[in-house]
C-alpha cells in the first residue's frame, strides 16, 4: 500500500501527474514513469513546443484552469519540476498556492528545489541546516528567495511531501537534451575557444539520470521529508567542468580558471555543497 492506495502488483493503477513534464529535469522524469507499469502519468507544458505529444498544456498560475485540471486528474502523487526564472516568485504565490489548496492529505508532491536554499554559502549543508535569503536587490534574488518561500509554505501546510534539493543538475537527458552549462562548453570547445569558469564556487553536481531515477523511487516509494540529491563529492565549476571537457574528448587545460572578482551586491554564495548520507541510507538509487 503506498500513499493510501494499493498499487504496483496489487492491482490498482497510481495516477501521477508532472507539472513541468516538457523540462529539462521533468522531461526525464515523465518518461522513466511512462515505462513504470502500473503508473498513469499525466504531464504538463507551458510555452515551449511541446517534447511528448501527450502533454496538456497548463499555466499553473491561472487558478480556474489550474483548478479543472486538477479536479480531472486527481492524481496519487504529484511531482513539481517547474521553473520560470524571474517570475518564479508568482509561481509560488499562485502555482504552488492552488496546487497546496487542492491537494489531499492521500497525495504526496514530491518537490524538486534547490542548493540555492544555502545562500550564505558555508556549505556543505545537511538537510537540517537553516535556510536563509539574499537581498531583494539580489540579482538571484528572486529564484533563491522563491525557492525558500516554497519550502517553508510546502513543511507548514503538507505531511505527505518530499523536498529534494539538488545542487546543479549535468548530462543528456531521457530525450537527448543537455543540460545548458555542458552544451555551452561543448559549443566553445568546438569552436576552439578556451573556457573559464569560477574554482571558488563548490557545488554538489548531480546526473540527471540519477536525479530522475530517485524522484522516481519517491514517486513510489512511502519516504516522506526533506533529502539531499547527488554524490558525496563535492567540486569547483573549474575543476568539475574540467572533467567534462575530457569527457567531451578535449584537454581538460582548455577549461580555465575564472576571475573571482565580483561586486557587493551581485556576489554568488560560494560554497552550496550539500551533504548527501540521509539519502544514501533510504534509496535504492546510488549518485555518480
Ligand atoms: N537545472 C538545474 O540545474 C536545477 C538545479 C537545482 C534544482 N532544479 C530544480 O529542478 C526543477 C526543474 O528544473 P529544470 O532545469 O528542468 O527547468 P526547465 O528546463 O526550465 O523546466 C521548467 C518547466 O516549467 C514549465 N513552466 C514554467 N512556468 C510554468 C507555469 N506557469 N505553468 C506551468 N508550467 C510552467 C516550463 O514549461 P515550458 O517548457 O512548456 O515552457 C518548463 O517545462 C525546478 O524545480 C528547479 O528549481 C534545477
Redesign the pocket.
Known amino acids: 500500500m503506498i500513499n493510501g492506495k494499493f498499487f504496483a502488483g496489487e492491482g490498482e493503477t497510481m495516477k501521477v501527474c508532472v507539472?513541468?513534464?516538457?523540462?529539462?529535469?521533468?522531461?526525464s522524469v515523465y518518461q522513466l514513469l511512462k515505462e513504470t507499469p502500473d503508473a498513469d502519468v499525466v504531464g504538463?507544458?507551458?510555452?515551449?513546443?511541446?517534447?511528448f505529444n501527450d502533454?496538456d498544456?497548463?499555466?499553473?498560475?491561472?487558478p480556474e484552469s489550474f483548478s479543472a485540471f486538477y479536479k480531472q486528474t486527481q492524481p496519487d502523487v504529484v511531482v513539481?519540476?517547474?521553473?520560470?526564472?524571474p517570475?518564479?516568485d508568482?509561481?509560488i504565490h499562485?502555482?504552488l498556492t492552488h496546487l497546496i489548496t487542492h491537494i489531499t492529505p492521500q497525495t504526496k508532491l514530491v518537490?524538486?528545489?534547490?542548493?540555492?536554499v544555502f545562500t550564505e554559502g558555508n556549505g556543505p549543508y545537511d538537510e537540517d541546516a537553516p535556510m536563509s535569503k539574499l537581498p531583494e536587490d539580489h540579482k538571484l534574488s528572486t529564484?533563491a528567495n522563491a525557492?525558500v518561500k516554497a519550502e517553508y509554505f510546502i513543511s507548514k501546510e503538507l505531511s505527505n511531501y518530499v523536498i529534494l534539493?539538488?545542487?546543479?543538475?549535468?548530462g543528456k537527458?531521457k530525450i537527448g537534451?543537455l543540460?545548458?552549462?555542458t552544451d555551452q562548453l561543448k559549443y566553445q570547445l568546438r569552436s576552439g575557444s578556451t573556457v573559464a569558469y569560477r574554482d571558488d564556487l563548490i557545488r554538489t553536481f548531480?546526473h540527471i539520470d540519477d536525479?530522475a531515477n530517485v524522484v522516481t523511487e519517491f514517486v513510489q516509494n512511502n519516504v516522506t521529508g526533506v533529502y539531499h540529491a547527488g554524490p558525496d563529492k563535492r567540486y569547483s565549476f573549474y575543476e568539475f567542468m574540467q572533467q567534462i571537457a575530457e569527457q567531451l574528448g578535449y584537454h581538460k587545460d582548455l577549461v580555465e580558471k575564472a576571475s573571482e572578482h565580483e561586486e557587493a551586491d551581485e556576489e554568488i554564495p560560494k560554497n552550496t555543497s550539500l551533504k548527501t548520507e540521509k539519502i544514501a541510507n533510504v534509496m535504492k538509487q546510488t549518485f555518480r
Open positions: 507539472f513541468g513534464a516538457n523540462g529539462y529535469v521533468g522531461a504538463t507544458y507551458l510555452e515551449n513546443p511541446a517534447v502533454l498544456k497548463l499555466d499553473i498560475n491561472q513539481w519540476s517547474v521553473m520560470n526564472g517570475y518564479e508568482e509561481l499562485e502555482g518537490y524538486v528545489s534547490s542548493d540555492f529564484y525557492k534539493r539538488a545542487g546543479p543538475i549535468y537527458n537534451k543540460d545548458e552549462r548531480v536525479l
